[in-house]
C-alpha cells in the first residue's frame, strides 16, 4: 500500500499554507487579523531561536537523545532549531493549544511521518463496502451526557508507544476492540498489536492498493475485517508488541481473546459520533496529524488544518468547556488517546476542537462489536 497517499496534497510548507488562506478566506476581519499578519510575517524570518544551544541539551537529556558523531549531532541541533521555529508558527496558528518541544523535535517532518504515521487517506471512507463483517452504522438519537470520558468507565488501556513503526492503525484498531470487549465481558484486556502487524495483509476492497502492511501502514477498517475473518486477536501478554516488520504470523486460535462480530463506519455528523461512542464505546479515528509533532497540551483549534488523515489515534471521550482564544469562548473539544508513549502532549492524550471536523478528525470514524467468546466455536470466516 502506499501509506502516503494523498499526504502530498497535505504536505504544504507553512509559506503555502499563509498564502492559501489569505487567497481563499473570504473573511476581510480575518485576513487583517494581527495574529494572521504575524504568523505571515514570522514564514518570512530568519530570527534565531534564542538560547538554542540550552534548549537543544535539555532536549536530549530529556528524551535520552544520543547521536553517532559530530556531524550527526550539528544536524540534529539544525533540524531542531527548525522545528523551534515551527513550534512558534504552530502557537500562534492553534494558540489554544500549547506547542513547543516534543520527543520529535530532532526529525524532519518527512522523517516523523516515516517513522510515526502510517493511516492512509482511504478512498471513500464514508461509503458502505458490503464487506463481509461490515454492517451500516445506525442512526442514533443524539440525547447524550453534556461530558463523557470512558477512561472513567474503565474501558480505556494504559498508554503505549508504538515506537519508530508506522503502526497507529494498528493501536488505533485494537483500542476500539479493547474498548468494545470490556463492554461486553466488564474485564479490560490488553489485546495484541503486533497480531495485526505479522498477519493481517487485508487490502480494501474498494481501493486494492491500500493493504495493512506492517510498519509501513495500514487501515483500521481493514484491521477490523481481517479479524473478523481470522476469528479473533489475542491478548498482548500472549502476542507481545515488537514494533518492526519481518516476523512471521504467530496467531493461535486456541488463544483468541476477543472476536469481531461486525464493524461500522460511522457518519461524519459529530453528533452522531458522540452518540455512538457513548454507546458503542472507544472509536477508532483518522486524523492529520501536523499539528501533533509539536504539541504538548491544551485544546488544538488551530485557524486552518488540512483534512487528509494520515495517523490512526482513539476517541474516548469528549468535553463542552475548553476556552478557544481563536474563537474567545468556551468551544467543545473531543478527547483523543495517540500511541506515542505518556511524555507526548497530556499524558500520552490530545484534546481537538469537536467541530467543523478539524484536521479531518470527524472523517474516518469507525466502531465495532465483539462476539461472546463463551458461546463461541472459533472458526475462521474467511473462504
Known amino acids: 500500500m502506499d501509506r502516503y497517499l494523498g499526504r502530498s496534497r497535505c504536505s504544504f510548507t507553512f509559506l503555502a499554507i499563509a498564502v492559501l488562506f489569505t487567497l481563499l478566506s473570504p473573511a476581510k476581519e480575518v485576513l487583517s487579523d494581527p495574529l494572521i499578519q504575524?504568523?505571515?510575517?514570522?514564514?518570512?524570518?530568519?530570527?534565531?531561536?534564542?538560547?538554542?544551544?540550552?534548549?537543544?541539551?535539555?532536549?536530549?537529556?530529556?528524551?535520552?537523545k544520543k547521536y553517532k558523531s559530530?556531524?550527526?549531532h550539528t544536524s540534529r541541533f539544525e533540524i531542531f532549531k527548525g522545528n523551534m521555529r515551527k513550534a512558534r508558527i504552530h502557537q500562534k496558528l492553534d494558540p489554544s493549544a500549547i506547542h513547543g518541544v516534543t520527543q520529535f523535535s530532532d526529525l524532519t517532518y518527512e522523517e516523523f511521518?516515516?517513522?510515526y504515521l502510517g493511516v492512509d487517506n482511504g478512498m471513500e471512507w464514508n461509503l458502505f463496502r458490503n464487506a463481509s463483517g461490515e454492517t451500516e452504522a445506525p442512526i442514533l438519537p443524539t440525547e447524550v451526557p453534556d461530558d463523557?470520558?470512558?477512561r472513567k468507565h474503565g474501558a480505556v488501556t494504559e498508554v503505549e508507544d508504538q515506537g519508530s513503526c508506522g503502526s497507529c492503525w494498528s493501536f488505533s484498531a485494537v483500542g476500539a476492540l479493547e474498548g468494545a470487549n470490556y463492554l461486553a465481558t466488564g474485564k479490560l484486556i490488553s489485546l495484541s498489536k503486533q497480531q495485526l502487524l505479522?498477519?493481517?495483509?487485508?487490502?480494501?476492497?474498494?481501493?486494492?492498493?491500500?493493504?495493512?502492511?506492517g510498519c509501513q501502514g495500514g487501515l483500521m477498517r481493514n484491521a477490523f475485517e481481517y479479524l473478523f475473518k481470522a476469528g479473533g486477536i489475542q491478548s498482548e501478554k500472549s502476542y507481545p508488541y515488537r514494533g518492526e516488520d519481518g516476523h512471521k504470523c504467530q496467531f493461535e486460535r486456541s488463544k483468541i481473546a476477543a472476536s469481531v462480530k461486525s464493524f461500522s463506519v460511522i457518519s461524519s455528523d459529530p453528533n452522531q459520533i458522540a452518540a455512538n461512542l457513548v454507546k458503542n464505546g472507544p472509536l477508532a479515528v483518522g486524523i492529520n496529524?501536523?499539528?501533533?509533532?509539536?504539541?504538548?497540551?491544551?485544546?488544538?483549534?488551530?485557524?486552518?488544518?488540512c483534512k487528509n488523515v494520515d495517523h490512526g489515534v482513539l476517541l474516548v471521550g469528549y468535553g463542552k468547556a475548553a476556552y478557544s482564544q481563536i474563537r474567545m469562548k468556551k468551544k467543545p473539544y473531543w478527547i483523543i488517546k495517540n500511541s506515542w508513549g505518556d511524555q507526548w502532549g497530556e499524558d500520552g492524550y490530545y484534546k481537538i476542537c469537536r467541530e467543523r471536523n478539524i484536521c479531518g478528525v470527524d472523517s474516518m470514524v469507525s466502531m465495532v462489536s465483539v462476539e461472546d467468546i463463551k458461546s463461541t466455536t472459533y472458526t475462521s470466516h474467511s473462504h
Do not use: N
Not at 38 to 64: M, N
Not at 289 to 305: D, F, H, N
Open 70 to 72: 559530530d556531524e550527526e
Open 113 to 115: 511521518e516515516k517513522g
Open 198 to 213: 505479522d498477519c493481517d495483509h487485508e487490502c480494501d476492497p474498494s481501493d486494492p492498493d491500500s493493504c495493512d502492511s
Open 289 to 305: 496529524a501536523i499539528y501533533m509533532q509539536t504539541y504538548r497540551g491544551g485544546v488544538s483549534c488551530p485557524y486552518l488544518c
Open 38 to 64: 504575524q504568523v505571515i510575517s514570522d514564514l518570512y524570518s530568519d530570527e534565531p531561536i534564542l538560547d538554542a544551544e540550552e534548549h537543544f541539551e535539555t532536549f536530549k537529556r530529556t528524551f535520552g
Open 148 to 150: 463523557f470520558d470512558w
